[in-house]
């Protein structure tokens, strides 16, 4: 019945600074590891050369996103935009999938079965290193703020259930990264003191199967965002106690709510009110609701409250209740006639 659809983002208002961080240390690596890749002719490090510049693109694409998402709402999009980031973040996992995973897993498979001796070995195995240190540090950074907002959750539970798909998409890459460049040195390495190449190939091949595996969870999880989930059920649990709090309102009959990106919750709300309370009075009742409610959760922007009346026979007014005089049947009522 009252819906409040301000543009103003709440307090959750999403920053970039974890992207811009990634996509800056990614542009240097990607540099470094196609040169080592070209000197050294090492199909695992082609295959993180390959992962580093596909995470570069992928980074643009969620600041394309986020930016989309602070756009205001307009007539076309009454309820704003803040699903792009679901959608930008959606085509990350495919290109993670396809660009970094798929194509290193072929690589791999090629140097298995045409396995080449790989050269310069020391050259790989340092810019690797130093490549590890940097994603490292970015994946710790990505750790900590993943912390500071999961409060008591645990951590692989709030992975799955946050609505953070930036920030989620992005650990997820700098993970993917530390976890392949541990097994890109560990090819070098054994390449080099067996002098089989297809150690190579099958770390290029693990490198991509690491990839393809990100990209599947990241992709079940957003898709799950993007189709329109439910939001925090505590805010079920709010929106019930903020009732109980305003005399006019008897029982919250139905919630219903869905997230509507990062920090944005539409809620429907259906309420019995008391019966003999007047139009002006309901809508009073409303907005003091919507007001509180808002205050104990600032991320929902849009509430739509439904008023409604007791269903159990003995709450109704007494010009709804079911008549209690049996009903004459056809002959009585020709011989009362």
Not at 19 to 29: D, E, G, K, R, T
Not at 89 to 104: D, Q, T, Y
Not at 310 to 323: D, G, I
Request: charge should be negative; glycine fraction near 10%.
């Amino acid at each position: 019945m009252s819906e409040h659809g301000d543009s103003e983002h709440g307090d959750s208002e999403h920053g970039t600074g974890h992207i811009i961080q990634s996509l800056l240390v990614n542009v240097a690596i990607a540099a470094v590891k196609a040169v080592a890749a070209y000197f050294t002719k090492s199909g695992s490090m082609l295959a993180e050369a390959l992962h580093s510049f596909s995470d570069c693109g992928n980074q643009i694409l969620l600041l394309v996103g986020v930016k989309q998402a602070k756009k205001p709402a307009d007539e076309k999009h009454p309820f704003g935009y803040g699903r792009a980031v679901y959608f930008w973040s959606f085509m990350v996992a495919m290109m993670l999938f396809l660009g970094g995973g798929v194509f290193s897993i072929y690589e791999g498979i090629h140097k298995i079965r045409d396995p080449e001796p790989v050269e310069r070995v020391w050259l790989g195995v340092g810019i690797l290193a130093i490549s590890l240190v940097l994603e490292g540090g970015a994946c710790l950074s990505n750790i900590k703020e993943l912390n500071k907002r999961r409060g008591p959750k645990a951590f692989m539970q709030y992975l799955k259930d946050t609505t953070d798909s930036d920030l989620v998409v992005v650990f997820g890459e700098n993970a993917a990264a530390v976890l392949g460049l541990g097994l890109a040195i560990a090819a070098l390495g054994l390449a080099s003191a067996t002098g089989d190449g297809r150690w190579d190939g099958i770390g290029s091949a693990a490198i991509g199967l690491v990839l393809v595996g990100v990209a599947v969870f990241l992709a079940t999880e957003v898709s799950s965002l993007l189709l329109g989930e439910a939001a925090d059920p505590d805010i079920d649990v709010v929106a019930r106690e903020v009732s109980k709090t305003i005399p006019e309102m008897e029982k919250v009959l139905n919630v219903l709510t869905m997230q509507q990106g990062p920090g944005e919750v539409l809620v429907h709300i259906k309420i019995a009110f008391t019966p003999t309370l007047t139009v002006e009075e309901c809508c009073l009742a409303i907005n003091v609701f919507e007001e509180r409610f808002r205050r104990a959760r600032p991320e929902v922007r849009w509430v739509f409250v439904e008023p409604d009346i007791p269903k159990t026979p003995s709450q109704l007014p007494p010009r709804m209740k079911p008549s209690k005089t049996k009903s004459k049947s056809k002959p009585e009522a020709e011989a009362d006639a």
